[in-house]
């Protein structure tokens, strides 16, 4: 099991601060196995596309009107 990074960007936005710096801050260490757990306040697809070219697979859920869930797991290189 590999180490798990979880960031809630639902503030940010609702303060209008774009979270996708901070996104790809927070993937950077992540290594094969690896898991981060992103919260949004919208299904995030523009960053499905992003994630996928850096190795990354995703599950995305719905847990409220307002917040998404969306799980992505670093592939084996």
């Given at each position: 099991m590999g180490k798990i990074i979880e960031l809630d960007v639902r503030e940010d936005l609702q303060k209008k601060l774009e979270p996708f710096q901070k996104i790809m801050n927070a993937i950077q260490p992540l290594e094969a196995g690896d898991t981060f757990i992103l919260h949004a306040p919208f299904?995030?697809?523009p960053l499905f596309a992003v994630m996928k070219a850096?190795?990354?697979m995703y599950e995305a859920e719905q847990l409220?009107?307002?917040?998404w869930k969306v799980t992505f797991v670093k592939r084996g290189e």
């Open positions: 299904k995030p697809a850096k190795g990354f409220d009107k307002k917040h």
